[in-house]
């Protein structure tokens, strides 16, 4: 792979010598700005309330714009997006629309059904298909449904709706494929899925984010009729763009501007609000203004098709920076087939062409819709505190509310979402899950994306990572170190060679991180981590991110094994330099050091429970003895991960670590003090790990027992164990209970629209199997276990992980009835022609059935399926 370089590669090759190695357009743009923190300018905080979804294509943004299947530029100065109506709904449809928190019976959730087709990192080529129904969108169905099933009953959904039974929807797909970086083609095809004729009514929209209301402009940008067929949008940063449409009979112009009647109850001094094609298109309000207006920041062409059944029409458009005389040449539908083709060749050279096209389709559409999660995140924290959005003002609840104590973060970049509907906002550990993947597309966007959220103006200055914008003090899991070298690793394996000084730069940044781990979460000195809920939401009996009342403290397995697994990496980390720079050879280690006492702590510190043979979260009470919390959960499985082989050749270059490791083993063995599972292989190899061999027999037991831990789909969050024998504890006379709940979450805890209490997890699998597959990397045949437990099979622990990984890439691939395990009771509508190749790529999976649940576009680290396929792949090479 080293010496491959395909037309996309070239262009990434110049984009990595760029500051940000970002292409100036891409699928910035949003798809829900409303509902967020940024835009929330309440009393209390309640976002969702604060600007509905009924609000949004009335009311201008102030952190953002968003749209349907979109672009936008870097800083989002210039949107582009579709629009659509098909003569019956009551709002024209500009963006996706979903539940929000207090609407739905699992939480948020996006009700809408969308794809991403392709895409590749430069943008050169993206393609995004969305499915609009011929028959009044069921709005209100699916809000009175959903308000009125309770959380034991699943999400009513629109393909619970009816809607779409017959096929009476349309097709449409937007594609995009550049000339050059600042000349983008565009081409809608609208396709009538069913058998008779249907109107529909198309406007392509180009409009200016309002940054004036910001105050971040001195001068209004402005969209300005240039001839029939084109208008000029100027902009004092970004200079001009033009874009070219064909003929249309009509075209109209509006401002980015509040319909404050709608909003406020105070009457607009123009017609013109943003709002203002709405009025026009389905309240016939106002079309004469709108289309006499010769400017404006907002622009769309109006185009009004009745479309055959089966047949399709195309719309045609450019947006460039240059002014063109000709910019539909007979040969222009060839961009798009000459851009496809190059995104063939750059996929066919990052993955293997041998893998079956079920597979490679999988993968494809993974890595589509992990690109297409990049988005513009704007958010000045201070400013948005001290500031009112002209329909609030600046009130105290405000200014001592949420995130007060993040003032200096001030973040206005491209950023991978986690789903850019459902959680339109960075999460600091779901972002290091994104950068994997993403390691294997763009390298360099990866290691950017790593670096920028270790960059002063997010990382707080005491060394605290910023969670999500919901609560930026809650705390993630601290796996960026684990990250970084992921990343680090698989881009070595497609060069031949490691960027040793990006491991430096985020080293330096990752040490300042740790120390604020070990000064906060270490309340009582004795290397027993705590950390809240961890970003596993409810898989505790209680909030764990709670004040605990009395005397009491929480010591957490996984706080403590997360800790274990950073000192290692980072121990990892620095070996790795010091093979180029032996000016690290002391903070490896130190961190070696660190390792240990953290390993003593976690295994006689009272989290391993002998008799059920499993690590717990222990409540620590004043004057009494702990009470271990003895819930079977990948909380006791976090220990797993910290893993590491050192081979004998680090020791020869690094006399120091040696001798310093070798003194260290020597002293805690003579005094008896606890000493790590450090075991040697033919003396070529040292494992490190926080389970001794026994323990880890242990763990495994459970972990591969299908009526605990192991589903058809892969592990579960929550043993199944529980499903018949509830975990129940008494804390200052309240009861807590949890049980085995393998769907959406039952659950009031963080919202309720997440669930940790036995759904299959992708990222989580994605570290059990890279933790297992070290292991058997370093033991080999030496130790079998039973996979699964009671099948009489003897698997050594590299053929676990591959089972592992069968079973997790199971739920995306068709089975022997061409149905995905993931679409579940859905499968009757990707079974229809046109339909089959379409994979959604889920927050997470049904414990027992596979289906998926949770945000529908979480492409983010469920794309980690992808590499997971290549590294399945890339096994299979090796015993051949």
Same mark, same amino acid.
């Given at each position: 792979?080293?010496?491959?370089?395909?037309?996309?590669?070239?262009?990434?090759?110049?984009?990595?010598?760029?500051?940000?190695?970002?292409?100036?357009?891409?699928?910035?743009?949003?798809?829900?700005?409303?509902?967020?923190?940024?835009?929330?300018?309440?009393?209390?905080?309640? &976002?969702?309330?604060?600007?509905?979804?009924?609000?949004?294509?009335?009311?201008?943004?102030?952190?953002?714009?968003?749209?349907?299947?979109?672009?936008?530029?870097?800083?989002?100065?210039?949107?582009?997006?579709?629009?659509?109506?098909?003569?019956?709904?009551?709002?024209?449809?500009?963006?996706?629309?979903?539940?929000?928190?207090?609407?739905?019976?699992?939480?948020?959730?996006?009700?809408?059904?969308?794809?991403?087709?392709?895409?590749?990192?430069?943008?050169?080529?993206?393609?995004?298909?969305?499915?609009?129904?011929?028959?009044?969108?069921?709005? !209100?169905?699916?809000?009175?449904?959903?308000?009125?099933?309770?959380?034991?009953?699943?999400?009513?959904?629109?393909?619970?709706?009816?809607?779409?039974?017959?096929?009476?929807?349309?097709?449409?797909?937007?594609?995009?494929?550049?000339?050059?970086?600042?000349?983008?083609?565009? %081409?809608?095809?609208?396709?009538?899925?069913?058998?008779?004729?249907?109107?529909?009514?198309?406007?392509?929209?180009?409009?200016?984010?309002?940054?004036?209301?910001?105050?971040?402009?001195?001068?209004?940008?402005?969209?300005?009729?240039?001839?029939?067929?084109?208008?000029?949008?100027?902009?004092?940063?970004?200079?001009?763009?033009?874009?070219?449409?064909?003929?249309?009979?009509?075209?109209?112009?509006?401002?980015?501007?509040?319909?404050? !009647?709608?909003?406020?109850?105070?009457?607009?001094?123009?017609?013109?609000?943003?709002?203002?094609?709405?009025?026009?298109?389905?309240?016939?309000?106002?079309?004469?203004?709108?289309? %006499?207006?010769?400017?404006?920041?907002?622009?769309?062409?109006?185009?009004?098709?009745?479309?055959?059944?089966?047949?399709?029409?195309?719309?045609?458009?450019?947006?460039?920076?240059?002014?063109?005389?000709?910019?539909?040449?007979?040969?222009?539908?060839?961009?798009?087939?000459?851009?496809?083709?190059?995104?063939?060749?750059?996929?066919?050279?990052?993955?293997?062409?041998?893998?079956?096209?079920?597979?490679?389709?999988?993968?494809?559409?993974?890595?589509?819709?992990?690109?297409?999660?990049?988005?513009?995140?704007?958010?000045?924290?201070?400013?948005?505190?001290?500031?009112?959005?002209?329909?609030?003002?600046?009130?105290?609840?405000?200014?001592?509310?949420?995130?007060?104590?993040?003032?200096?973060?001030?973040?206005?970049?491209?950023?991978?979402?986690?789903?850019?509907?459902?959680?339109?906002?960075?999460?600091?550990?779901?972002?290091?899950?994104?950068?994997?993947?993403?390691?294997?597309?763009?390298?360099?966007?990866?290691?950017?994306?790593?670096?920028?959220?270790?960059?002063?103006?997010?990382?707080?200055?005491?060394?605290?990572?910023?969670?999500?914008?919901?609560?930026?003090?809650?705390?993630?899991?601290?796996?960026?170190?684990?990250? &970084?070298?992921?990343?680090?690793?698989?881009?070595?394996?497609?060069?031949?060679?490691?960027?040793?000084?990006?491991?430096?730069?985020?080293?330096?940044?990752?040490?300042?991180?740790?120390?604020?781990?070990?000064?906060?979460?270490? &309340?009582?000195?004795?290397?027993?981590?705590?950390?809240?809920?961890?970003?596993?939401?409810?898989?505790?009996?209680?909030?764990?991110?709670?004040?605990?009342?009395?005397?009491?403290?929480?010591?957490?397995?996984?706080?403590?094994?997360?800790?274990?697994?950073?000192?290692?990496?980072?121990?990892?980390?620095?070996?790795?330099?010091?093979?180029?720079?032996?000016?690290?050879?002391?903070?490896?280690?130190?961190?070696?050091?660190?390792?240990?006492?953290?390993?003593?702590?976690?295994?006689?510190?009272?989290?391993?429970?002998?008799?059920?043979?499993?690590?717990?979260?222990?409540?620590?009470?004043?004057?009494?003895?702990?009470?271990?919390?003895?819930?079977?959960?990948?909380?006791?499985?976090?220990?797993?991960?910290?893993?590491?082989?050192?081979?004998?050749?680090?020791?020869?270059?690094?006399?120091?670590?040696?001798?310093?490791?070798t003194w260290l083993e020597k002293y805690r063995i003579k005094n008896k003090r606890f000493w790590p599972n450090e075991e040697h292989t033919g003396g070529e190899k040292t494992l490190l790990s926080l389970v001794q061999q026994e323990k880890l027999k242990n763990i495994l037991e459970r972990l591969l027992n299908e009526d605990e831990f192991l589903s058809p789909g892969g592990i579960r969050a929550l043993s199944k164990y529980h499903e018949n024998d509830p975990y129940s504890v008494t804390i200052d006379n309240v009861d807590y209970t949890i049980q085995y709940d393998p769907g959406d979450s039952t659950s009031n805890l963080f919202g309720g629209n997440s669930n940790w209490r036995g759904p299959v997890w992708v990222p989580i699998n994605y570290l059990i199997i890279q933790s297992i597959r070290k292991y058997g990397e370093f033991y080999g045949d030496s130790l079998l276990v039973e996979c699964p437990v009671g099948s009489g099979k003897q698997m050594n622990l590299q053929q676990v992980a591959d089972?592992?990984?069968?079973?997790?890439?199971?739920?995306? !691939?068709?089975?022997?009835?061409?149905?995905?395990?993931?679409?579940?009771?859905?499968?009757?509508?990707?079974?229809?022609?046109?339909?089959?190749?379409?994979?959604?790529?889920?927050?997470?999976?049904?414990?027992?059935?596979?289906?998926?649940?949770?945000?529908?576009?979480?492409?983010?680290?469920?794309?980690?399926?992808?590499?997971?396929?290549?590294?399945?792949?890339?096994?299979?090479?090796?015993?051949?």
């Amino acid at each position: 792979m080293k010496n491959i370089m395909t037309a996309e590669h070239k262009r990434l090759a110049e984009n990595a010598i760029k500051e940000i190695p970002l292409e100036q357009w891409g699928p910035y743009l949003s798809e829900r700005q409303w509902g967020t923190v940024r835009e929330d300018y309440s009393m209390y905080g309640d &976002a969702w309330n604060y600007f509905p979804y009924d609000h949004a294509h009335s009311r201008a943004y102030l952190w953002g714009e968003d749209g349907l299947g979109g672009i936008s530029d870097y800083f989002q100065n210039l949107c582009f997006a579709v629009a659509l109506w098909n003569g019956k709904d009551p709002i024209l449809k500009e963006r996706l629309f979903g539940l929000g928190n207090n609407e739905g019976n699992h939480g948020e959730d996006v009700k809408e059904l969308y794809y991403y087709i392709d895409n590749i990192p430069s943008h050169f080529y993206m393609e995004y298909l969305y499915k609009y129904p011929q028959q009044e969108f069921p709005y !209100e169905d699916l809000k009175s449904e959903n308000r009125s099933r309770s959380k034991d009953e699943p999400e009513y959904e629109i393909l619970d709706t009816g809607i779409f039974n017959d096929n009476q929807y349309f097709d449409v797909t937007v594609t995009y494929a550049k000339q050059d970086s600042e000349d983008i083609y565009i %081409k809608i095809n609208i396709h009538n899925r069913y058998s008779k004729s249907a109107n529909i009514t198309v406007l392509p929209t180009l409009w200016f984010y309002n940054r004036l209301s910001n105050r971040q402009l001195a001068e209004k940008p402005v969209i300005t009729r240039n001839n029939k067929t084109s208008v000029k949008a100027s902009h004092e940063k970004m200079g001009s763009y033009y874009l070219y449409f064909q003929p249309a009979k009509v075209s109209m112009f509006t401002e980015n501007e509040t319909n404050t !009647e709608v909003i406020k109850g105070i009457r607009n001094a123009t017609p013109f609000v943003k709002d203002a094609f709405h009025n026009a298109i389905v309240k016939k309000k106002h079309v004469a203004a709108l289309r %006499k207006k010769k400017s404006g920041t907002k622009f769309a062409p109006v185009y009004n098709y009745d479309i055959d059944g089966g047949e399709t029409k195309t719309i045609y458009l450019r947006l460039c920076n240059k002014e063109l005389k000709k910019p539909f040449e007979k040969e222009f539908e060839n961009i798009f087939t000459k851009r496809k083709a190059e995104a063939d060749d750059f996929y066919k050279a990052i993955l293997s062409s041998d893998i079956s096209e079920e597979m490679l389709g999988i993968q494809r559409q993974a890595m589509a819709g992990l690109l297409w999660s990049k988005q513009y995140y704007h958010y000045d924290v201070e400013r948005w505190l001290s500031t009112g959005d002209g329909i609030t003002e600046v009130n105290p609840g405000k200014l001592s509310g949420r995130n007060n104590e993040w003032k200096h973060l001030k973040n206005q970049d491209i950023i991978l979402m986690p789903d850019k509907w459902e959680y339109p906002w960075y999460a600091a550990w779901d972002l290091a899950f994104h950068c994997i993947p993403m390691a294997r597309l763009d390298p360099e966007f990866a290691k950017h994306q790593l670096l920028l959220i270790m960059r002063e103006w997010y990382m707080k200055p005491d060394g605290q990572l910023p969670a999500y914008e919901w609560h930026f003090s809650d705390v993630n899991p601290p796996v960026h170190a684990w990250a &970084a070298l992921q990343v680090y690793r698989v881009e070595k394996s497609m060069k031949g060679e490691g960027d040793v000084l990006f491991l430096k730069k985020i080293f330096h940044k990752l040490i300042i991180n740790f120390t604020w781990w070990i000064n906060r979460k270490d &309340a009582a000195g004795n290397n027993i981590f705590q950390g809240g809920f961890l970003g596993l939401d409810n898989i505790g009996v209680f909030n764990r991110s709670i004040e605990m009342p009395g005397e009491m403290r929480l010591e957490q397995a996984d706080g403590t094994s997360w800790m274990g697994m950073y000192a290692l990496n980072m121990m990892e980390m620095a070996l790795e330099i010091s093979m180029h720079d032996k000016s690290f050879e002391d903070t490896a280690t130190k961190f070696f050091e660190h390792f240990v006492l953290i390993a003593e702590a976690l295994n006689q510190h009272g989290l391993w429970n002998d008799e059920d043979k499993f690590f717990y979260d222990s409540l620590t009470v004043f004057h009494s003895h702990p009470i271990q919390l003895r819930i079977q959960s990948i909380v006791g499985l976090t220990t797993l991960f910290a893993v590491a082989i050192i081979e004998n050749k680090v020791f020869d270059h690094l006399p120091d670590f040696k001798k310093r490791s070798t003194w260290l083993e020597k002293y805690r063995i003579k005094n008896k003090r606890f000493w790590p599972n450090e075991e040697h292989t033919g003396g070529e190899k040292t494992l490190l790990s926080l389970v001794q061999q026994e323990k880890l027999k242990n763990i495994l037991e459970r972990l591969l027992n299908e009526d605990e831990f192991l589903s058809p789909g892969g592990i579960r969050a929550l043993s199944k164990y529980h499903e018949n024998d509830p975990y129940s504890v008494t804390i200052d006379n309240v009861d807590y209970t949890i049980q085995y709940d393998p769907g959406d979450s039952t659950s009031n805890l963080f919202g309720g629209n997440s669930n940790w209490r036995g759904p299959v997890w992708v990222p989580i699998n994605y570290l059990i199997i890279q933790s297992i597959r070290k292991y058997g990397e370093f033991y080999g045949d030496s130790l079998l276990v039973e996979c699964p437990v009671g099948s009489g099979k003897q698997m050594n622990l590299q053929q676990v992980a591959d089972e592992l990984t069968r079973r997790v890439v199971s739920l995306f !691939e068709k089975d022997s009835q061409q149905k995905r395990r993931l679409h579940g009771k859905y499968n009757w509508f990707y079974e229809q022609p046109g339909n089959e190749h379409l994979v959604l790529f889920y927050e997470y999976f049904h414990g027992d059935d596979g289906n998926g649940l949770g945000a529908s576009h979480q492409t983010g680290w469920t794309s980690l399926v992808a590499q997971l396929i290549s590294e399945l792949h890339e096994r299979k090479i090796q015993l051949t």
